[in-house]
């Protein structure tokens, strides 16, 4: 099922990724591999290879809001910025949230949604 809207939730560990329209909603999480290296830099790896399972989970899918900490926000955003620029341009809008519930993203994604389509001049397909 392809669906026009997702909300991401993400931070250093996981990610929570709902796509949805006015009746269906289809939820995926992904979740950070550990690499238990010496080298140096090898968390930032890690990061990077997570962030880019994230940006691979988004392709296809038409406007994107992403939530979580302004943290882990700002280094998805420069990640995706510098390495996805094809993904970063399907991304709407960053919210700042704390752990809401799978039902208070969707819910908040919405009405996002609806006031982003009005503004931008697009039908909302949902």
């Not at 691979?56 to 302004?70: F, P």
Request: charge should be neutral; hydrophobic fraction near 40%; glycine fraction near 6%.
């Amino acid at each position: 099922m392809s669906l026009f809207h997702a909300v991401v939730w993400v931070d250093h560990q996981k990610a929570q990724i709902l796509q949805f329209d006015a009746e269906h909603v289809q939820a995926q999480k992904i979740k950070a591999h550990t690499h238990h290296t010496a080298q140096h830099g090898s968390g930032v790896r890690t990061s990077h290879e997570f962030f880019g399972e994230v940006c691979d989970a988004l392709a296809g899918i038409t406007e994107v809001l992403v939530t979580g900490s302004r943290t882990n926000l700002a280094d998805f955003k420069h990640y995706a910025d510098k390495h996805r620029p094809a993904t970063a341009k399907q991304i709407v809008g960053y919210e700042t949230v704390d752990h809401p519930s799978d039902a208070q993203l969707v819910a908040l994604a919405r009405k996002y949604f609806l006031k982003y389509d009005r503004m931008a001049g697009t039908p909302t397909p949902m």
